[in-house]
């Protein structure tokens, strides 16, 4: 809706009102529209179409009730994905055409409301209702979400990497004079499960003998904010980390050093483990290569040359065995993990108001379903697919205008967690990136802290479990963990498919100030 071109169109066959009324199911995937004759045509794109195959003999059986016959044109092409059209009037009793190959009842439309068989009409929200909906939560004050400021009697140093435990129980960050902090939250009353949340203090863990785990600065570059990097086991019991010198290996329990390798130049910018040894590690250096190491053996077995600035993200797939990259160049690069060559590669799109092509820290994270790529850059998030094209993407603009800072997936997939360098956070829709919730910093951060200088997310967290909670590591120190208030089930309250949005196409603006778009290729 914001702007004027047309994205497609379906014949209608006639029969409409002037004004006919609109309503879109709750995934976004069937339109209703009001006809002249008191029917109801229906436009159902390929997951609608899917959805009526699916409820079609269900649906069939219970609509005997119903008279005129149900049409099925051929589908079209669009912006929208397949459109076809599906048309039928409610009245008392279902005929079924022989040139209709997919029959198809509008039981599943709200059960015909109720299955009334005469003037059925769409609900249509009353005002208050529709604010209420489409309105997405600005949320300015502490009393409206829960947040808790980990407790660090620790010298404060920013915050430049951060991770929960896969087991949700701890949270660990690295700053950037090279410690490594790790909290873990102890079973009580207020949280019985053990795991991280906002309403129980955690412990600043350190073992008995007071152990500090740093990593090793002696070869790392003196005056220079080095890229640190950091990863954890899938059994949380070691962690691999660098801070621009060597790469360590700690024992989670005792804080000691196992072994450390890769002694710098280059440096270390990036690790990751492989998805199904972790006796195998992908590094990404300083010099832009990627080194992929057995650290069994402590042995290189292969070097992956094409990035032409320092390795700033990967990402393995496991289903389609392919490594992803990305770079302070705002390339993409897609490796074959079996031989290790080259499938793929190509810069990041420039949003409007940016030159390409675009350079700085780009990261990439999978989506739980293999296929799917989160690309960060401070101008965009995006959604690429295995072949590296854009499927959809969001750049910063009005409410949220500062450059993106870090980005991750929830848990589940559905959601994207966003800082932004002013200190704000937005928390998207991840099929298609409108805004669900937008948070001021002084939802979280005191008064007395923001009032003495600008302190942002440097990084956001993930909880791996609960896909409500995410922990942000800020510019000057400070771990938050955050959820929604106990008044709200889950950020934003109603979601953009709850209000009928279709996936990739922009809402306007009147209804929600932060569309997404479909980049043009």
Not at 432 to 445: D, E, F, Q, W
Request: glycine share 8%.
């Amino acid at each position: 809706m914001d702007n004027t071109n047309m994205l497609t169109y379906s014949d209608g066959d006639g029969g409409l009102p002037a004004s006919p009324r609109l309503r879109f199911n709750k995934e976004g995937s069937l339109l209703a529209v009001t006809t002249s004759d008191n029917g109801i045509k229906v436009l159902a794109n390929g997951d609608g179409q899917r959805l009526l195959r699916m409820h079609e003999n269900r649906a069939f059986d219970g609509a005997r009730g119903l008279s005129e016959s149900v049409n099925v044109k051929p589908s079209i092409g669009g912006a929208l994905g397949q459109i076809g059209n599906a048309s039928a009037s409610a009245s008392p009793m279902l005929e079924r055409s022989e040139r209709v190959q997919q029959p198809m009842s509008l039981g599943i439309m709200a059960s015909m409301e109720n299955s009334r068989t005469s003037d059925v009409k769409p609900r249509i929200l009353d005002n208050t209702e529709k604010n209420k909906s489409w309105k997405f939560p600005d949320i300015a004050e502490s009393t409206q979400l829960k947040t808790l400021k980990l407790p660090d009697p620790l010298a404060a140093s920013k915050v430049v990497r951060l991770i929960y435990t896969n087991s949700g129980l701890a949270v660990l960050a690295l700053a950037s004079n090279a410690v490594h902090k790790l909290w873990k939250w102890q079973r009580n009353e207020r949280n019985p499960s053990g795991k991280s949340c906002a309403a129980s203090v955690p412990q600043l863990w350190q073992p008995t003998n007071g152990a500090l785990m740093s990593n090793d600065l002696s070869d790392a570059k003196q005056g220079e904010d080095s890229v640190a990097c950091i990863a954890l086991s899938k059994n949380d019991s070691y962690v691999m980390s660098a801070s621009g010198g060597k790469v360590s290996l700690f024992n989670m329990m005792t804080f000691k050093v196992m072994t450390t390798f890769m002694p710098p130049p280059p440096a270390a910018t990036y690790l990751a483990f492989h998805p199904q040894d972790n006796n195998i590690i992908a590094i990404g250096m300083e010099d832009s290569t990627i080194q992929i190491y057995n650290v069994r053996v402590d042995e290189v077995k292969t070097k992956l040359k094409g990035h032409q600035k320092r390795i700033s993200g990967l990402a393995f797939s496991q289903s389609l065995n392919i490594l992803v990259s990305s770079g302070a160049d705002a390339q993409l690069f897609i490796w074959s993990i079996d031989g290790w060559e080259k499938k793929k590669s190509r810069p990041i799109q420039a949003p409007p108001g940016h030159s390409a092509p675009l350079v700085g820290e780009t990261r990439v994270q999978f989506h739980n379903n293999q296929s799917h790529v989160l690309v960060v850059h401070e101008s965009q998030i995006a959604v690429y697919d295995a072949q590296l094209e854009c499927l959809r993407w969001w750049y910063p603009r009005e409410s949220l205008s500062a450059p993106i800072s870090s980005a991750i997936y929830s848990c589940d997939g559905l959601s994207i967690f966003t800082g932004f360098c002013d200190g704000a956070v937005g928390i998207f829709d991840a099929e298609n990136m409108t805004l669900r919730c937008r948070i001021a910093p002084s939802a979280y951060i005191p008064s007395s802290v923001s009032s003495n200088g600008n302190s942002f997310p440097v990084v956001i967290a993930a909880h791996p479990s609960d896909q409500n909670q995410f922990a942000l590591g800020m510019s000057d120190g400070a771990v938050h963990v955050i959820e929604p208030s106990d008044a709200e089930t889950k950020w934003g309250g109603s979601t953009a498919q709850d209000n009928g949005v279709l996936p990739s196409i922009p809402s306007s603006s009147a209804l929600n100030s932060q569309p997404s778009e479909t980049p043009s290729r």
